[in-house]
């Protein structure tokens, strides 16, 4: 599974963020969508280890055609 690109934290030297190429972000958004389908890691997770908003991550997946987990985690069926 590829690794996840980390953002570097704001700086006041930096500014902002900058900006990912398309192909950039393409390869994040792909290494975002194998780490939540594969790993089952919540966007939640995907957003602290990146240094990315919930909202960022949530995009990018979608925008990557991610397939999303229903809400509430894990569920064991009881019988």
């Known amino acids: 599974m ?3 690109p980390r953002v570097p934290p704001r700086s006041p030297l ?3 963020r900058s900006r990912l ?3 950039g972000y393409r390869a994040f958004a792909n290494a975002l969508r194998a780490h939540y389908e594969k790993s089952g890691k919540s966007i939640r997770r995907l957003a602290a ?3 990315r908003a919930y909202a960022s ?3 990018v997946l ?3 055609g991610t397939t ?3 809400r509430g985690g894990k569920h064991e069926r009881k019988r």
């Open 49 to 51: 280890e990146t240094g």
């Open 57 to 59: 991550v949530h995009k």
């Open 68 to 70: 999303f987990r229903p």
């Open 14 to 16: 930096t500014g902002p």
């Open 2 to 4: 590829p690794e996840i």
């Open 21 to 23: 190429t398309d192909a």
């Open 62 to 64: 979608g925008d990557a």
